[in-house]
C-alpha cells in the first residue's frame, strides 16, 4: 500500500526518510530560466478529501512515521487556514511525529503575516526549505526568478514566527564580478 505520486516528485536531501505528501503539485511560479523541476505539471492545489484520505492511507500503514515533507514545490502557496487544517490533522494521525516541512518561495512567505506563519508553526509546521537562489535582484531578474529586494527580511519573517529555515543558494547563477557583493547581502544581520 503506497501513494500514487504525481511524479516528478522532489524532496531536499535531509527529507530522504520523511514521509511525503502532495498538498500541491507543480509550482505556481514555474518561469524560472534555471529549473525545469515541474514543467511537465500544471500548478494546482489537492482538495481536502484526497489530501485526507492519503494522510488516513499512511497513518495505518505506517503509523510511527517520525518527519512529514509536504511537496510540491509550493505547500505554502495554500490558504493558510486549509494549511493548517492539513497540518493538525497530520499531528494527530502520527503519535511520534518530530517534524513537518516543505518547500517555500520567497513571494509565498511574503505573503503570509507573521501572525499566519506562526499559527502554521503553532499547529506543527516546523521548517521550511528556501530557494533565494541570489542575493542580487539584477541577477535574479534575468535568470527570471520571482525576485524579492530583501531575502533576509524573508528569513527574518520565518524565524520570528518561530519556523526553523534552511535557505539554499544557486552559487553557480551569478556573475563573477557581482558574487561577493551578492553574498556580503546574505549575510548581513540587520
Known amino acids: 500500500m503506497m501513494l ?12 530522504a526518510r520523511s514521509l511525503i505528501f502532495q498538498v500541491t503539485l507543480g509550482c ?15 500548478y494546482s492545489e489537492r482538495t481536502w478529501d484526497e489530501i485526507k484520505a492519503e494522510i488516513d492511507m499512511m497513518a495505518n500503514y505506517l503509523p510511527d512515521t517520525r518527519r512529514v515533507f509536504l511537496a510540491d514545490g509550493d ?5 493558510s487556514e486549509f494549511m493548517i487544517k492539513i497540518i493538525k490533522y497530520i499531528k494527530e494521525k502520527f503519535a511520534k511525529l518530530e517534524r513537518i516541512s516543505c518547500y517555500a518561495m520567497p513571494m509565498n512567505i511574503l505573503k503570509k503575516t507573521p501572525e499566519e506563519l506562526k499559527k502554521m508553526n503553532e499547529a506543527g ?7 533565494i537562489e541570489s542575493g542580487s535582484d539584477i541577477v535574479l531578474k534575468k535568470v ?10 524573508i528569513s527574518q519573517q520565518g524565524q520570528r514566527s518561530r519556523l ?4 539554499y543558494d544557486n552559487f553557480g547563477i ?16 540587520d
Not at 28 to 42: G, H, I, Q, V, W
Not at 75 to 79: F, P, Q, R
Not at 125 to 131: N, S
Open 125 to 131: 509546521l516546523d521548517m521550511f526549505y528556501l530557494g
Open 75 to 79: 505547500a505554502l502557496n495554500l490558504d
Open 144 to 153: 527570471t526568478r520571482c525576485y524579492c529586494k530583501d531575502n533576509n527580511k
Open 164 to 167: 526553523h529555515n534552511v535557505m
Open 174 to 189: 551569478g556573475w563573477k564580478n557581482i558574487f561577493q557583493r551578492t553574498h556580503q547581502r546574505y549575510c548581513r544581520s
Open 28 to 42: 505556481s511560479f514555474n518561469e524560472c530560466s534555471f529549473c525545469d523541476m515541474y514543467r511537465s505539471k500544471e
Open 4 to 15: 500514487n505520486y504525481d511524479a516528478p516528485l522532489y524532496r531536499p536531501p535531509s527529507e
